[in-house]
């Protein structure tokens, strides 16, 4: 027998070893080894902390997820859960930071920074980031979502209940009655819409919606005039003059000089 035809398939054998262990070394060489494998909860807490005071979002969320994946019990947990949602809320996931605070609030829901929660919550929920008076001059809050305002309030109003002494409560207060406002606002500039539309009946419908859940705002004696004025428009005169003669009694009683 020829002593290359023995050999040929010791050195088939030989070459796929060689080949698989080659590929074999690629496959090795491509795992990433994780940097923060080894890291304490505290380290992985302050490098997360550090990536939030960079605006580095990603990272942050990075090093939050893995802070309570690999530590799940104790205070560094706790306080990532609610840092994790606030750096969603900046990162523009609103949705992500609610879910996060829900699940936070259930599980803690007597922690110390329930206050907090609630309160970014409210926040998350109006997915408002960059602060209140700035997020009304770019946008009015009575344009956003009428169900998105109701839930914020709901929010405001537990903080406020559940915890009068928090240092959020005086702003979720204000905040409160801002979105009262702020529903008013949305009431009568819908009514004014559909009056000038010839929609009457429609603008009656709402301006009466502003007279009986927004009677203490300003906006009552507007949809008390677009309501006279609708009353007009349909020839319906008896209720025009009894919506007047509410509108004459409310008016500020004049000052006589002497």
Known sequence: MNIQTVLRPVRCAVLAAAVALTAGCSWLESIEIDPTRDWTANQLYSEARA????????????????????????????????????V???????????????????????????????????????????GWLASMTRQDIAFRDAQAARDAFDIFKELAGRYPDSRYAPEARRRMHELVLAGARHQIMTARFYFERKAYIACINRAKVVITDYQQTP??????????????????????????RIIEANKPAQTTMN
């Open 219 to 244: 906006m009552r004696d507007e949809a008390l005039q677009l309501l006279a004025d609708s009353y007009h428009e349909l020839g319906m005169f008896d209720l025009e003059r009894d919506t007047r």
């Open 51 to 86: 990536a939030v005071s960079d605006g580095n979002w990603e990272v942050a969320k990075d090093y939050y997820t893995k802070l309570e994946a690999r530590y799940p019990f104790g205070a560094y947990a706790q306080q990532a859960q609610i840092d994790l949602a606030y």
């Open 88 to 130: 969603y809320y900046k990162d523009d996931d609103a949705p992500s930071a609610v879910q996060t605070l829900d699940r936070f609030l259930r599980a803690y829901p007597n922690h110390p920074n329930s206050d907090y929660a609630l309160y970014l919550k409210a926040l998350a929920t109006l997915n408002e980031r960059d």
